[in-house]
């Protein structure tokens, strides 16, 4: 059972480049979401998706765009990097959505490096 | 702003002692509160959550919830080395429409 599954584990973009990170998970949950994680920042949601079909933004999603291709892959989108956009990123899934114990899977990360 | 206050640490428990973490909130409207465990270099894992007033119990595990302080708390007995590792305290509302808000997170060193 893979879980949450991201690619890449590492990428540096330079200033101005876009990229797609790619997320996909085979728990059938019906929530995914995009998180950041910055050095005494904690963790930051940056979109989400509460099913298949919808997406909406969480508190950091300027300079991002995502896309719920099916119910498995949500994928996280920069158009132009910018060096403030260096961070680990980070998707998950929850099963029992909006239940007072949802519980969130994260994948493994993405260390991205804008210079 | 909703905010999830934690003391960034580090903390540091000799092998065997009790670790104690802390969890402050501001949005009264917090229905449930959970304790992430991460690694370093990894990502986080959910070790326990807690909605009621009151202890709850799971292995070495202890969180206490004080809804009239707005405080959560996590205890670690018997801390092993495995232990050391950053928590991320989160809190969430009810319903659908709200997300987890997280805290920066304390890390914890146990001590051989």
């Known amino acids: 059972n893979a879980g949450v599954t991201q690619t890449p584990k590492f990428q540096v973009l330079k200033t101005g480049q876009s990229m797609t990170l790619q997320c996909a998970q085979d728990?059938?949950?019906?929530?995914m979401y995009w998180y950041r994680q910055d050095p005494g920042m904690g963790l930051r949601l940056i979109y989400y998706?509460?099913?298949?079909?919808?997406?909406d933004k969480g508190e950091v999603p300027n300079g991002y765009n995502v896309s719920r291709l099916n119910k498995r892959e949500f994928s996280l989108r920069l158009e132009s990097a910018a060096p403030s956009q260096t961070s680990v990123y980070f998707c998950?899934?929850?099963?029992?959505?909006?239940?007072?114990?949802?519980?969130?899977?994260f994948g493994s990360g993405t260390q991205l490096s804008v210079l | 702003q909703k905010e999830v206050e934690q003391n960034s640490g580090p903390l540091s428990v000799p092998e065997g002692a009790i670790a104690s973490l802390n969890c402050t909130y501001s949005?009264?409207?917090?229905?449930?509160f959970f304790w992430y465990r991460q690694y370093s270099g990894k990502s986080p894992e959910l070790i326990m959550f807690?909605?009621?007033?009151g202890d709850k119990e799971d292995g070495r595990f202890t969180a206490q919830l004080n809804k009239a302080s707005q405080y959560v708390s996590l205890l670690i007995r018997d801390s092993q080395p495995s232990d050391s590792a950053t928590y991320l305290c989160?809190?969430?509302?009810?319903?659908?429409?709200?997300?987890?808000?997280f805290g920066k997170g304390t890390l914890l060193t146990v001590n051989p």
């Open positions: 998950a899934s929850s099963d029992l959505q909006g239940e007072t114990n949802e519980k969130l899977f």
């Open positions: 807690i909605y009621s007033n």
């Open positions: 949005d009264r409207g917090s229905q449930s």
């Open positions: 989160a809190v969430k509302r009810g319903g659908s429409n709200y997300k987890l808000t």
């Open positions: 728990m059938n949950h019906n929530s």
């Open positions: 998706s509460a099913s298949e079909g919808t997406t």
